[in-house]
């Protein structure tokens, strides 16, 4: 009995020196859901909201498809969302979005009409359980166009036209780095796996830290992935189809060639997607904590790509939400699309063309010369008056 | 020292004199008139006369408005327009001279006035009269509204009453207000031809409508609609309850006038049943507001008397709904004043377009740059009387949740 006793003491001093010469270590918080490593998206106008609320009985489900016009050169030309929000729960609503807008319309579906003011689109009525309420948007390219996920450039090349699209979302972020535990951020990876699988928002997370926690000097490079599909044509000339990722490891621009003469038309979406590629175990693995069981992987790897995963995952849901929705933690998505907009029509187009009304440049060349023959003899004969 | 006291005396009274007399030179005067039908309709003209005489006399209580680097009290300019367009102008006109910086109306004649008023850049506010086409955003940049539209009243009513599979009888007076409230409904149901049983026009202000009445029980018809003055849907219910045709009758605002339970007094029961659509007086936040507002309304101006008593003997009082509206134009003007902080009309007109209030019954009120209506079609209610007081039905999403306004005492 007292032999046992003297082995617990023992037992127990020994626990409390290991305890003792153990780092210390600390919970940090992963990214997400949020922070957005940026204020824009969502879009803001230039006047403060006040009044605009969302009472916690309202779910919103927010669908944005942001349609940009680029000229010739692929630079947004106009800028228009279409927004509808499924609103459920009943009570009186009142919503404010703010944004650079132009102008805004009812959009197909909605149970209400959008009020305008301005920088805000306003929604205010009473909601039975559910309403749908669909805005066209018009915005004002100069001020939006800057936030668009895409960037795109148009140039004629020797035999027809080359299109560059650019991920325009990357924006540098800190990171931390220490000494973790390979099981912890093995499981935390599968955890953030499954939110990106599902296509669902982060839930917060933390890490255990043993030691410094430190910031890396330099900041990681963190982009939204996104899908991106489209079509280029030259003129008349045979389109070129292309399907690509930009982003999620994979490189961030992409360039496509199609021959043929003309004005170039590019038709194009991109949609944020979450991460898939960088989440992926390694060694066709089933899932990460399988991969560290089989293999011993740098702690330094899990972390940064844990983290990282993290990042690009909140960028994307960033862009979902374009124009913003009124309930913070609603479903957002957002499909952009861009097109070559039509060449603005010409003057002369408005003329009467063929020979029906007698007109014609060379009529018209000579009606401006009678006016302008005209005008100047009643002026000699006002001056002589 | 006697002088000397003496002097200090008098220059200490002088000081306040002064003082007196200069803050109140400071404040500067607008004029905002109110164009109403005293002689034509008086409940109307009285109780929108109120509402603003309310706001305005609270707000120069209180130091009155401040535009830019002054403040203004601002007075209310009493003119009637005998429910004629042509008054309404040359009302207008002389509102105008006086320097209005705007114009609240129930809305007579306001097809004609809203353009000598849009000259000066003068804002009309309509407060009662919810035909669909006297106020355009786009088409008339001047001219606002505090009240139900008859467009959301239409279509409210088209959604109630579609899916109770009752065949309505669409019943209007040949007056204006029927013509208009007539054609909204048209468009309200024309979707849904199955749930009209027929289409009628009345004569208003004929008391006697028994042969119409029957023709309209012939056509299979299991319910009214009747869109008139308050004497039409009198002349409806009397003419159906003494042939004893126990059909609803529904009817627009006007169905809560005091003049249809004044004219049936002799048989309360037949006004039992009578629904009619308006704005809710209560926003979601509870009756608090609205009542604090008709405390103040009552004690300063006393209940607006229907004239009538339940079953037990209680008089029976009218909810000061229209006085609200004309309460809150005021508080949306004021505001609008503020933020153009400045009191030329042009200014002021587009400020309008920008600003919310909370109005008296708890709820936001404003406009924006594409509507001038301060009550939306979702704000409309139906209410049913019984005991010649009314109360929101139970059967529509809205109305359900609203609470009963005490109208006894």
């Known amino acids: 009995m007292r032999r046992a006793l003297l082995g617990a003491v023992a037992a127990a001093l020994c626990a409390a020196a290991t305890a003792a010469a153990a780092p210390p270590s600390q919970d940090v918080v992963l990214p997400g859901p949020v922070p957005y490593p940026t204020p824009n998206p969502p879009l803001a106008g230039k006047t403060a909201i006040t009044g605009g609320f969302t009472r916690y009985v309202f779910h919103i489900r927010n669908n944005e498809r942001v349609l940009v016009g680029v000229d010739e050169t692929g630079s947004p030309s106009s800028v228009r969302v279409r927004q509808r929000l499924d609103v459920g729960g009943r009570g009186d609503y009142q919503f ?26 306003l929604w205010a009525g009473f909601s039975p359980g559910r309403k749908v309420l669909a805005a066209d948007v018009t915005l004002r390219p100069g001020d939006a166009a800057q936030y668009l996920p895409v960037r795109l450039g148009l140039e004629h090349t020797g035999d027809g036209v080359t299109l560059t699209v650019t991920n325009a979302t990357v924006t540098p972020e800190f990171e931390y780095a220490g000494t973790t535990r390979q099981r912890q951020i093995a499981s935390l990876l599968d955890r953030t796996r499954r939110f990106a699988r599902a296509g669902e928002r982060l839930i917060a997370g933390y890490a255990t830290f043993y030691g410094r926690v430190r910031q890396r000097a330099q900041k990681a490079q963190i982009e939204a992935p996104l899908r991106v599909e489209g079509e280029l044509r030259a003129g008349s000339g045979k389109p070129v189809r292309f399907s690509r990722m930009l982003g999620d490891g994979e490189p961030l621009a992409l360039q496509v060639h199609a021959r043929g003469e003309g004005t170039p038309h590019v038709m194009l979406t991109a949609k944020p997607v979450p991460v898939e590629r960088l989440l992926r175990p390694p060694g066709s693995a089933p899932t990460w904590t399988v991969a560290v069981k089989r293999r011993t992987l740098p702690g330094p790897f899990l972390l940064e790509r844990l983290l990282q995963s993290r990042m690009r995952l909140v960028r994307a849901d960033q862009y979902q939400t374009f124009l913003a929705n009124p309930d913070a933690d609603g479903r957002s998505r957002s499909v952009y699309v861009y097109e070559t907009a039509k ?22 060349l000579l009606a401006i010369g009678g006016a302008i023959v005209a005008a100047g003899a009643g002026l000699v004969a006002w001056a002589h008056s | ?16 004199g002064c003082g007196k007399s200069s803050s ?64 309404a102008v040359e009302n207008a006109r002389r509102a105008l001279d006086t320097n209005a910086i705007a114009i609240v109306t129930d809305g007579t004649g306001v097809n004609a006035t809203w353009q000598i008023a849009e000259r000066e850049g003068v804002p009309i506010c309509i407060t009662y009269d919810g035909g669909s086409g006297l106020v355009d955003a786009e088409t008339r940049p001047n001219v606002f509204r505090i009240a139900p539209t008859n467009h959301g009243i239409a279509f409210r009513y088209a959604e109630y009453l579609i899916p109770k599979k009752l065949k309505v009888a669409l019943l209007s007076d040949d007056s204006a207000y029927g013509s208009e409230g007539a054609a909204d409904l048209e468009r309200a149901f024309s979707e849904n031809p199955e749930a009209v049983a027929t289409k009628l026009t009345l004569p208003a202000g004929q008391s006697d409508l028994t042969p119409q009445i029957l023709r309209v029980k012939r056509s299979g018809a299991t319910a009214l609609l009747v869109w ?3 004497p039409t849907i009198a002349a409806v219910l009397s003419a159906a309850r003494s042939s004893g045709w126990d059909v609803p009758v529904y009817a627009p605002p006007t169905g809560a006038d005091p003049f249809i339970r004044q004219q049936l007094a002799d048989h309360p029961e037949w006004v039992d049943g009578l629904t009619f659509a308006s704005g809710r007086m209560t926003a979601e936040v509870g009756t608090a507001p609205f009542e604090s507002f008709q405390s103040q ?10 004239g009538v008593k339940t079953s037990a003997g209680e008089p029976v009082i009218q909810p000061p709904e229209f006085a609200m509206y004309a309460y809150d134009f005021a508080h949306v003007l004021t505001a609008a004043i503020i933020r153009a902080a400045s009191t030329d009309p042009k200014k002021i007109t587009a400020a309008l377009n920008q600003v919310t209030t909370q109005g008296a019954n708890g709820d936001e009120r404003g406009f924006n740059e594409h509507n001038h209506e301060g009550v939306v079609d979702d704000d409309v209610y139906f209410a ?8 929101p039905v139970p059967d529509d999403p809205l109305s359900s949740t609203l609470p009963v306004i005490p109208q006894t005492g």
Do not use: W
Not at chain 1, 343 to 364: F, K, M, N, T, Y
Not at chain 2, 1 to 16: K, T
Not at chain 2, 384 to 391: E, G, S, V
């Open chain 1, 96 to 121: 404010a979005i703010s944004a650079p807008i132009e102008d805004v319309l009812r959009g197909p579906g909605s149970d209400s009409e959008p009020g305008l003011r301005a920088d805000q689109v």
């Open chain 1, 343 to 364: 060449a603005p029509r010409q003057q002369a187009a408005a003329v009467p063309s063929g020979d029906d009304e007698g007109g014609g440049p060379l009529v018209i």
């Open chain 2, 1 to 16: 020292m006697r002088r000397g006291l003496f002097l200090l005396v008098g220059l200490a009274l002088l000081a306040a």
């Open chain 2, 297 to 306: 309304y009552e004690s300063t101006y006393g209940a607006d008397k229907v």
């Open chain 2, 384 to 391: 049913r009387f019984h005991d010649m007081t009314f109360a």
């Open chain 2, 228 to 230: 008139g003055q308050p």
């Open chain 2, 24 to 87: 109140s030179s400071d404040l500067g005067k607008l004029t905002v008139a109110v164009d109403v039908p005293v002689t034509g309709s008086p409940y109307v003209a009285q109780t929108i006369r109120q509402g603003l005489e309310l706001a305005t006399a609270n707000l120069n209580a209180g130091g009155g408005v401040r535009a830019g680097e002054k403040s203004y009290r601002i007075d209310v300019k009493l003119y009637d327009n005998h429910l004629s367009a042509r008054q």
